[in-house]
């Protein structure tokens, strides 16, 4: 199915082991989000890559870094797990700015022990 | 003040009711305006969006967009137990900035 793809779906890591989050579309939409969801904290916007070669910071980027790899794909990396990074992390993309909305990817939820 | 608020619930309404969800923005220029149903444990999903003032109907879904109150609302009718979730209002601001997305709302439908 078209879509945005995510990998792994779940995720157990002891504090400061590192990993990657990855996520691939092929809707040859041009940008691409990383968002963390936390209950009562709704969807937080960690990074974005707006065309293929550019990211920018979110709102909440600290302890977290990305690579958009080609237009299709946009990796989510921890470099050392804390217990505070806990939470559900959705890749998204859009084309045109997002003028017409986002797509989700499934998810992905990560526990940090 | 954030830019995008929604009551954030619970709203429990009765199989066959009508459930109204609301949504205000701070950004005038504010271009498209989106709802997304998400279900427990599920990623969001784009069930509506509008671009211009009026109201857009697709099935049991309405949504009402009035630019000059600044608010978004949506309406489902004949509201069925499956309609169970959360329901995010999102707002694109316009000026190649992201969307914005309101805190969600929890709909309970009660058979």
């Known amino acids: 199915n078209a879509g945005v793809t995510q990998t792994p779906k779940f995720q157990v890591l002891k504090t400061g082991q590192s990993m990657t989050l990855q996520c691939a579309q092929d809707m040859n939409h041009n940008s691409m989000y990383w968002y963390r969801q936390d209950p009562g904290m709704g969807l937080r916007l960690i990074y974005y890559s707006a065309s293929e070669g550019t990211t920018d910071k979110g709102e909440v980027p600290n302890g977290y870094n990305v690579s958009r790899l080609n237009k299709r794909e946009f990796s989510l990396r921890l470099e050392s797990a804390a217990p505070s990074q806990t939470s559900v992390y959705f890749c998204a993309s859009s084309g045109n700015t997002g003028f017409y909305g986002y797509t989700f990817g499934s998810g992905t939820r990560l526990t940090v022990v | 003040q954030k830019e995008v608020e929604q009551n954030s619930g619970p709203l429990s309404v009765p199989e066959g009711a009508i459930a109204s969800l609301n949504c205000t923005y701070s950004?005038?220029?504010?271009?498209?305006f989106f709802w997304y149903r998400q279900y427990s444990g599920k990623s969001p999903e784009l069930i509506m969006s509008i671009y211009s003032n009026g109201d857009k109907e697709d099935g049991r879904f309405t949504a009402q967009l009035n630019k000059a109150s600044q608010y978004v609302s949506l309406l489902i009718r004949d509201s069925q137990p499956s309609d169970s979730a959360t329901y995010l209002c999102?707002?694109?601001?316009?000026?190649?900035?992201?969307?914005?997305f309101g805190s969600g709302t929890q709909l309970t439908v009660l058979p």
């Open positions: 999102a707002v694109n601001p316009g000026s190649a900035r992201q969307l914005t």
């Open positions: 950004d005038r220029g504010s271009q498209s």
